[in-house]
């Protein structure tokens, strides 16, 4: 699809400096492109490229300086990269647009289906499960029985939804993932062997809230495994049952979450952090990429790191100490060393 420059200046509220009649149909990176792309400049870095790129037209911030004349049209906008991020949206969201019901596929007649819905081929859409308006459901997609999900909500080819589990509004949902699968509980018997828990809560996710690929949200043992609004969580993530996520938190790949831990609003979680259950996590947390949190965090927008998690200044000033350690110890052993020597010549 191919939009002028004066269109992509109108969509993003910019100033044209160029030809307002050329045409791009692509996105690219400013260092790569070629006639016919769009790219952007934010990053002081890499402002050489705008006086050499092919790209037609260049999104550039209000105040950049052309210290010699570009082929592109320039579009100047009060921020090049949010303005780029706003076209990316729009692209995206007009490559991914489908509607209707392929076959084969299986809607129960008690399920109701909103308008403009697309489902793909070999989706499953169990008993008096409710799809908003707008929603995209791909192919191989399981939607359990009284599951219910919000308008505008995506879910990816593969996505498993089990029974009773509620999804928002504006929801995207990356393929492989599995939300509402039984929390891991077992009581241990006298003979060694465990007995199932069963787990008859549901998962409940609340609207903009975008899910990695492959990450699994377990159902609550009673009650719901909670995912509030906005939160954001990475590829291969463990979300265990009655777990509750704040608003707008991050969690990055490979991260775990034990069961029945509540994590505040705008928590930053890193990646294959490890997080004993049973404990709170303070709002706006920061927590550094492989730590291990096994206590309680009560003070509000701190860093933390380590496995077991401390204060971030304090992991760093230990990290240092740590890395000295075989010099110390070589110290230690000349101290050793001439203590022996001096006892031995009394």
């Known amino acids: ?42 990053n002081p870095k890499y402002e050489p490229y705008l006086y050499t790129t092919q790209a037609s037209v260049v999104i550039v911030n209000a105040d950049q300086k052309l210290d010699r004349p570009v082929q592109s049209t320039i579009i100047r906008t009060k921020n090049a990269y949010s303005a780029f991020s706003t076209l990316l949206e729009v692209y995206n969201k007009m490559r991914l647009e489908k509607t209707g019901v392929e076959q084969p596929s299986y809607i129960h007649p008690s399920a109701k289906i909103g308008k ?34 919000g308008n505008d909500t995506t879910l990816f080819p593969r996505v498993c939804v089990y029974y009773d589990c509620v999804i928002g509004a504006h929801v995207t949902v990356h393929s492989g993932t599995v939300i ?31 899910v990695g690929a492959n990450t699994v949200i377990d159902r609550a043992t009673m ?36 069961g029945s831990t509540k994590i505040g609003e705008r ?6 952090v490890g997080v004993v259950g049973h404990i ?16 309680a965090i009560v003070e509000e927008g701190k860093k933390w790191s380590g496995s077991p998690a401390t204060p ?35």
């Open 1 to 42: 699809m191919q939009f002028s420059a004066h269109q992509i200046a109108t969509l993003v509220g910019g100033s044209l400096e160029g030809d307002p009649n050329v045409m791009v149909g692509q996105l690219a990176k400013i260092e790569e492109a070629s006639s016919g792309s769009l790219s952007f400049l934010s």
């Open 116 to 149: 403009n819905v697309y489902i793909g081929a070999f989706a499953y859409i169990d008993k008096d499960a409710v799809i908003g308006d707008n929603c995209k459901i791909y192919p191989h997609v399981y939607v359990g029985d009284h599951v219910q999900i």
């Open 180 to 210: 509402g699968s039984d929390g891991f509980g077992f009581a241990p018997k006298e003979d060694g062997t465990y007995q199932k828990i069963n787990q008859i809560g549901n998962v409940l996710i609340e609207d903009h809230v975008e």
């Open 223 to 258: 009650g719901s495994t909670v995912i509030r609004q906005g939160v954001k969580l990475d590829n291969l993530i463990q979300i265990a049952h009655n777990v509750e996520v704040g608003k707008n938190t991050v969690i990055a790949a490979q991260s775990g979450i034990s």
């Open 267 to 272: 928590a930053v979680i890193g990646g294959q």
């Open 280 to 295: 709170n996590i303070a709002n706006g947390s920061q927590i550094q990429a492989q730590s291990g949190v096994n206590r």
């Open 312 to 346: 971030y200044n304090a992991q760093m000033r230990s990290q240092v100490i740590y890395t000295r350690l075989p010099e110390l110890e070589r110290r230690l052993e000349e101290l050793e060393q001439l203590l022996l020597t001096k006892e031995e010549s009394k």
